[in-house]
């Protein structure tokens, strides 16, 4: 039988590339495309004499073809870190509006299963807590985060207008605050901001008085929840996060102590429209896929640590 080849866009990203390990990991082929705004092509050189692996330089804003059969479509391109998005803002909106559509085009063709990834942020400053897949989100539609929050929004209904006039399988996972390997370390989220000042010996930052909440799901739970959605029955959109939640202050002190108990915490002004509360529930996913993520915080971050030191600190 031959194998199902999957298209996925951002596929040299953090997210994008360990999912191309695990889908050419279970016996699939991976046309990874990318433009490498905030992707690297070092995430994914070590699949690069792979033969179920083909990599395309492809900005998929703008139209291209892929040939042969494609079975899945996933859309994984855009700068997603707030540090990122704010730097590309026009490409962070085309990439979630012109990419969704001809992503959504090339399944069409292909008559591909259609994924794409969207966001906790389509949720805003939530009012509601934990976040529901049925909560229809508080967004500043005119604020500094709503590049990427309205594109994402915009991808979402793009995707479900799609499944209403062609019928087509259509898949939407919103994805909550997740770290690892392959993270860049100036992204600008609290993770590799953390680990950074860890391993420089500095402060760690933290914004407004840090009781503010984030939940930080480890990247090989969030990739087994993703490909769960993709290869079942069920549309969603499904959150897909680690529930277990923590003020910025707390996680800030549990890197301290473990790596670094003389380091000082330094607080620096809240950026305008940073969520105060993010927390999945993700009884929809622990239903209809069977999935919860399994790896402890302590765990997924002494391996992203061990990873950091070895990719930005190796002498």
Not at 56 to 76: C, E, I, L, T, W
Not at 115 to 135: C, F, N, R, W
């Amino acid at each position: 039988m031959p194998k199902k080849t999957v298209l996925i866009s951002g596929g040299a990203g953090f997210l994008g590339s360990h999912l191309c390990d695990w889908l050419i990991g279970h016996g699939f082929k991976v046309i990874a495309a990318d433009n490498l705004i905030t992707g690297s092509l070092r995430n994914v050189a070590h699949l690069k004499k792979n033969k179920d692996f083909k990599f395309m330089k492809q900005d998929v804003s703008k139209p291209f073809k892929v040939a042969g059969s494609v079975d899945y479509v996933m859309h994984f391109a855009s700068p997603a870190s707030p540090v990122d998005y704010m730097e590309h803002p026009i490409a962070t909106m085309l990439v979630g509006s012109y990419g969704t559509h001809h992503l959504l085009e090339i399944a069409r063709a292909k008559k591909a299963v259609f994924l794409m990834a969207s966001t906790s942020e389509i949720y805003g400053d939530p009012l509601v807590h934990p976040q529901k897949e049925s909560y229809w989100g508080n967004v500043n539609s005119i604020g500094p985060r709503s590049i990427y929050d309205e594109a994402k929004r915009y991808s979402e209904a793009a995707a479900f207008a799609y499944r209403r006039v062609y019928n087509m399988d259509t898949k939407v996972v919103r994805i909550f605050n997740t770290y690892g390997p392959r993270m860049q370390i100036k992204d600008g989220r609290v993770v590799p901001n953390f680990i950074d000042q860890i391993l420089n010996n500095q402060p760690l930052t933290v914004y407004g008085n840090g009781q503010q909440t984030r939940s930080f799901c480890y990247v090989d739970d969030l990739v087994n929840g993703i490909t769960k959605l993709l290869l079942s029955k069920i549309s969603g959109p499904v959150n897909i996060g680690n529930p277990r939640e923590f003020t910025i202050l707390e996680f800030a002190e549990l890197i301290r102590k473990k790596y670094n108990p003389k380091a000082k915490i330094v607080f620096k002004p809240l950026p305008q429209d940073d969520p105060k509360q993010r927390k999945p529930d993700i009884t929809l996913a622990r239903k209809e896929l069977n999935w919860e993520p399994t790896v402890p915080l302590e765990d997924g971050i002494a391996r992203t640590m061990d990873w950091f030191a070895k990719n930005y600190f190796q002498k």
